[in-house]
């Protein structure tokens, strides 16, 4: 093929993507503003920040729909090319219908490569803004992260065990703080202290009014107790590998998620949730391309107008929406593995595209 033509069928993608995106995305934004207006209404914020909340969603809705754009847009560019005769022109030109399909499976490529970018880069941040306005400033809610714990025991490293009645993540603070350090199996200190403050410039808790334990190695010794106002030395896993605050899954980026599981996994804590959550966000830009080639084989199996196309277009991302969200709640159950959770709906599709471009005798 050369390449005048194959940027004559590329152009024919974009525009249609990019209209399809902007309609998309003004109706997921059109949902949001309904679905949230009954909060705004009831909360004593100023109107610019409802506008702001639903600013800061954009580049997540953008993600979300770029799948559908680029199936839009696939539909769009080959049925413009069969209405126009273009297709049967190629094909008699001695060009397969691979050949001609081609530009287009590159366009979804380069789009997957864009909601990869924006995945990672710009909608995690501008998420948990719309996140911050909308929980903590017009609902109101002052742990929206859940950084407060409440009777906590976790392990802070091989040899370290800590109860906490109040652990704030905030305000990185623990309240009844007791640690025991353990020494062959058995406790050879604990530090039982009213309060615990984490000091950036030494990297360590410090521990206010309590009191210091140190237990002999033989049976019958005794154990040493002496009072303190200030300690320190010996705890220094800063506050935010302890306690970890609450999931937010938009709003964090495979770097994020790929460091929470390393911490968690540090701990012993179970790491489903969050591996499903990393394969989902792999697996995500991926859609794009699957996408492409499931419109490839809609427009080839079926004729369509492009009116015909677009309620298509919706049906099919809506019906690759759900069927993604229901593997995500199976791997979460621990139904399937978290790889299945993540790439099983992209390959089902794609399976199923490519038998039906085989069908329609593209290879």
Known sequence: MTKVFFKYIAKSFWGPFFFGLGVFVSLLLFGSLFDKINYFMKSSSGFDIFLKYLLYQLPYFTVRMMPMATLLAVLFALSGMISRGEWKAGMAGGWRPFDMALPLL??????????????????????????????????????????????????????????????????????????????????????????????????????????????????????????????????????????????VPDGVSILDLTGRIRRLEAIGAPVVVEKVQLYSKLAGPLANIVMAVTGLTLVLLVRMNRIFGFGVALATGFSFWVFMIMAQHAGEAELISPSAAGFGPALIFLVLSFLGLRKASVF
Do not use: H
Not at 134 to 163: C, N, Y
């Open 106 to 247: 590159a366009c979804s490529a380069a789009a997957a490569l864009l909601q990869l970018g924006v995945q990672e880069t710009v909608a995690p941040s501008f998420f948990m803004r719309s996140e911050y306005l909308f929980q903590g400033k017009i609902w109101g809610r002052s742990d929206w992260k859940k950084l407060v714990r409440r009777e906590v025991s976790f392990s802070a490293g091989p040899d370290l065990f800590v109860t906490a009645q109040v652990f704030d993540g905030g305000s990185k603070t623990m309240e009844r703080v007791l640690v025991n350090v353990y020494d062959g199996g058995r406790v050879s200190t604990e530090v039982n202290a009213r309060k615990a403050v984490w000091d950036e410039a030494s990297g360590a808790w410090v521990f206010e009014d309590g009191v210091l334990i140190k237990y002999g190695e033989g049976s019958g010794s005794r154990p040493v107790t002496s009072a303190f106002k200030s300690y320190s030395g010996f705890l220094r896993s800063p506050p935010d590998t302890l306690i970890l605050e609450r999931l």
